[in-house]
T-cell receptor
Framework: DAEITQSPRHKITETGRQVTLACHQT?????MFWYRQDLGHGLRLIHY???????NKGEVSDGYSVSRSNTEDLPLTLESAASSQTSVYFC?????????????FGPGTRLTVL | KQEVTQIPAALSVPEGENLVLNCSFT??????LQWFRQDPGKGLTSLLL?????REQTSGRLNASLDKSSGRSTLYIAASQPGDSATYLC??????????FGTGTRLTIIP
């Protein structure tokens, strides 16, 4: 069955370190998204991509970057981790079509920055 | 800027009761509205998707309505069960297929 996976599921790191969170989907979806979920804020969009080599900034993109070298993967990099980036991170994908289809979410990565 | 609000933040009801969760949004220029379910420590599962041209969608014991002009949606759950306990999130799709989420309602069904 097609799916979307995230790794690692849990990560503890130190302030200032570079961290990369992986997202892999097997639906062959063009659209991929990264969100962070924090208490009181719901899910907020970090970065998104509509296809290979396409990346766009979301609502809370500062301190994060993404690259899209193939259809299946959209890794999220924290260049220099900060305590404010402690959060749960969700990756999602969807088929293009002006919102006709839902987004499919991965299980999440819980990141703690000490 | 689109804002999505869900009230109440938490709700507890006895098993077997019917219940309604509310969602409101500030900009009616949406492509669709979705209701998701999130279990503790898990990802989001889509429950219902209502296109902007539709008024409601049904799936089993769930019924979602959409009133775009007033910026409101409701999720009706019939004959609630303990397994319905979860956080329910609504989200609207705006331009460029991006989702804007509400902060969710944490539902507890009391056996």
């Amino acid at each position: 069955d097609a799916e979307i996976t995230q790794s690692p599921r849990h990560k503890i790191t130190e302030t200032g370190r570079q961290v990369t969170l992986a997202c892999h989907q097997t639906w062959n979806h063009n659209n991929m998204f990264w969100y962070r979920q924090d208490l009181g804020h719901g899910l907020r969009l970090i970065h998104y991509s509509y296809g290979v080599h396409d990346t766009n900034k979301g609502e809370v993109s500062d301190g994060y970057s993404v690259s899209r070298s193939n259809t299946e993967d959209l890794p999220l990099t924290l260049e220099s981790a900060a305590s404010s980036q402690t959060s749960v991170y969700f990756c999602a994908s969807s088929h293009p079509g002006q919102g006709a289809d839902t987004q499919y979410f991965g299980p999440g990565t819980r990141l703690t920055v000490l | 800027k689109q804002e999505v609000t869900q009230i109440p933040a938490a709700l507890s009801v006895p098993e077997g009761e019917n219940l309604v969760l509310n969602c409101s949004f500030t900009d009616s220029a949406i492509y669709n509205l979705q209701w998701f379910r999130q279990d503790p420590g898990k990802g989001l599962t889509s429950l219902l998707l209502i296109q902007s041209s539709q008024r409601e969608q049904t799936s089993g014991r769930l019924n979602a309505s959409l009133d775009k002009s007033s910026g409101r949606s409701t999720l009706y759950i019939a004959a609630s069960q303990p397994g319905d306990s979860a956080t329910y999130l609504c989200a609207v799709t705006v331009g460029n297929e991006k989702l804007t989420f509400g902060t969710g309602t944490r539902l507890t069904i009391i056996p």
